[in-house]
């Protein structure tokens, strides 16, 4: 079965400053989406970024970008330029390329941002 | 993106009543729906997923007699808790997806569930 691990609970970032959370997975297919989800205290779940598994280059939208790393099974999440309103849980997702389609979570980290 | 909306954002219930919970895709054809529940910081769990027209698959450990999903037509389904308990008090999530060409599965605001 696949999973989906991010291994920093809580993170702190200063505002205007860059910061990057982490989150592995484990899965045998060689073609799946992964995505980054935000959820702020509203508790609703925004789509960040996604990449596509059979794409080398790393997905980007403005301040936001990711670091893929297909051998590794690692997906990272860099948020550059930090601003207040980024605070919010960030879910790591998984989804296979069949079987429903549906996400794999992982646990979230929680981003809090300094003023 | 596409617009799900879920309905109500909140509901109180006495123990032994029931609840339902309605998911609608205000923009598009939600051929697949997912049913989630969320404890407080906590991830997301999948109960379900449901195909228009038939019958939802339940996730490991979800009792389909206690969470009934009814997904009629292709921009709404529906989640009832049947015979509550203050044990099902959670944040429930919807998210409806377009087809299996489509990357993306929309979210629903969540609806907080309290079962008192």
């Known amino acids: 079965a696949q999973t989906v691990t991010q291994s920093q609970p809580e993170m702190s970032v200063q505002e205007a400053e860059t910061v990057t959370l982490s989150c592995t997975y484990d899965t045998s297919e060689s073609d799946y989406y992964l995505f980054w989800y935000k959820q702020p205290p509203s508790r609703q779940m925004i789509l960040v970024i996604r990449q596509e598994a059979y794409k080398q280059q790393n997905a980007t939208e403005n301040r936001f970008s990711v670091n893929f790393q297909k051998a590794a099974k690692s997906f990272s999440l860099k948020i550059s330029d930090s601003q207040l309103g980024d605070a919010a849980m960030y879910f790591c997702?998984?989804?296979?390329?069949?079987?429903?389609?549906?996400?794999?979570f992982g646990a979230g980290t929680i981003l809090r941002v300094k003023s | 993106g596409a617009v799900v909306s879920q309905h109500p954002s909140w509901v109180i219930c006495k123990s032994g009543t029931s609840v339902k919970i309605e998911c609608r895709s205000l923009?598009?054809?939600?051929?697949?729906m997912f049913w989630y529940r969320q404890f407080p910081k906590q991830s997301l769990m999948l109960m379900a997923t449901?195909?228009?027209?038939?019958?939802?698959?339940?996730e490991q450990g979800v009792e389909k007699d206690k969470f009934l999903i009814n997904h009629a037509s292709l921009t709404l389904s529906t989640l009832t808790v049947t015979s509550a308990h203050p044990e099902d008090s959670s944040f429930y999530i919807c998210?409806?997806?377009?087809?299996?060409?489509?990357?993306?599965?929309?979210f629903g605001q969540g609806t907080r569930l309290t079962v008192v």
């Open positions: 449901s195909n228009e027209g038939s019958k939802a698959t339940y």
């Open positions: 998210s409806a997806r377009g087809g299996t060409a489509t990357l993306e599965a929309f």
């Open positions: 997702a998984y989804r296979p390329p069949e079987g429903g389609n549906k996400l794999v």
């Open positions: 923009d598009f054809q939600a051929t697949t």
